[in-house]
């Protein structure tokens, strides 16, 4: 048998949410495989895509793929992206920081290179 191959794949928030096609890339071909997320799910999930991990020294079954789901939140959003956010939050009925990042905080993040 071949060995698994693990790869972390950042999504967002929306693609968890709502579902949809991701690429995965893959060690031995150039061409990303399409993965296909339901709509809900987790962040961390694992997928399983049989056959597309490594293949072993004697050339003999390649092992599986395992794409682990990453969360990736962004650090800026634009204002229509948070009122859009802003709006959803409202309906989960949480609290929130309804405020953008003051002057000092952007260029704190500038420094830092966010």
């Known amino acids: 048998e071949g060995d698994d191959l693990i790869v972390l794949v950042n999504v967002t928030y929306s693609q968890l949410a709502l579902g949809g096609e991701i690429d995965v890339l893959q060690l031995e071909s150039p061409e990303p495989h399409q993965l296909h997320v339901p709509a809900g799910t987790q962040n961390g999930e694992l997928f399983r895509i049989k056959g597309l991990g490594m293949s072993t020294l004697r050339g003999g079954r390649r092992g599986d793929l395992v794409a682990v789901l ?3 939140v962004p650090r800026h959003l634009t204002d229509s992206q948070r009122e859009l956010l802003t709006e ?6 949480v609290d929130v920081d309804e405020k953008p990042p003051g002057f000092w905080t952007r260029i704190k993040d500038a ?3 966010y």
Request: proline letters at 0%.
């Open 70 to 72: 990453h969360l990736v």
């Open 111 to 113: 420094v830092r290179g």
């Open 88 to 93: 959803f939050a409202e309906t989960e009925h």
